[in-house]
């Protein structure tokens, strides 16, 4: 199993990124996928999760109207659009199957200061 996030970086207050995790070495169409992040200092904490055919969404309170995650089963790809950015989301972001753990891939960092 191989999970590869990217599309971190630096980035003001109210901007706008976004993140994808390239899925390998199982049946990434029946799972459900969510991305974490973890704070320094802080443990990971969950950010959203879509359902295997994307027919349910949901958010941490921290992140909702401002986040979206989205799939592409044909390409095996999560992804994360983060809109309004503020610093506290400043973290690595990691993504996941939700209820079958993989081993973690080195996230991708995320940093929100002016």
């Known amino acids: 199993v191989q999970l590869v996030e990217s599309g971190g970086a630096l980035v003001q207050p109210g901007g706008s990124l976004r993140l994808s995790c390239a899925a390998s070495?199982?049946?990434?169409?029946?799972?459900?996928m969510s991305w974490y992040r973890q704070a320094p200092g802080k443990e990971r904490e969950l950010v959203a999760t879509?359902?295997?055919?994307?027919?349910?969404?949901d958010y941490a309170d921290s992140v909702k109207g401002r986040f979206t995650i989205s799939r592409d089963n044909a390409k095996n790809t999560v992804y994360l659009q983060m809109n309004r950015l503020k610093p506290e989301d400043t973290a690595v972001y990691y993504c996941?199957?939700?209820?079958?753990?993989?081993?973690w891939g080195r996230g991708t960092q995320v940093t929100v200061s002016s």
């Open positions: 879509v359902t295997s055919a994307g027919g349910r969404i």
């Open positions: 070495g199982f049946t990434f169409s029946s799972l459900s």
């Open positions: 996941n199957s939700r209820f079958v753990r993989f081993s």
